[in-house]
């Protein structure tokens, strides 16, 4: 998956990381991709790290953020 492969040369540590790829996962499940190889997945997970580097620690609002911004919703 996107987000896994952007972070694993990254000098995260495991709690951020973690928080990030359950805010990934879930704003995928928002979106309803579920195509992991989706060209869109790499550009929702560039914008998950983006805002996780804000300091924002919660992975709902961290998702929440992310797809506001890019501006997707289902349906």
Do not use: F, H, W
């Amino acid at each position: 998956m996107a987000i896994y492969r952007i972070l694993q040369n990254s000098p995260l540590g495991p709690e951020e990381i973690t928080r990030l790829s359950m805010a990934y996962e879930q704003a995928l499940r928002t979106i309803g991709v579920q195509d992991r190889n989706d060209p869109l997945t790499e550009l929702i997970a560039k914008k998950i790290i983006e805002i996780g580097q804000t300091g924002l620690k919660d992975p709902a609002g961290i998702c929440a953020r992310a797809v506001e911004e890019l501006r997707l919703s289902k349906g």
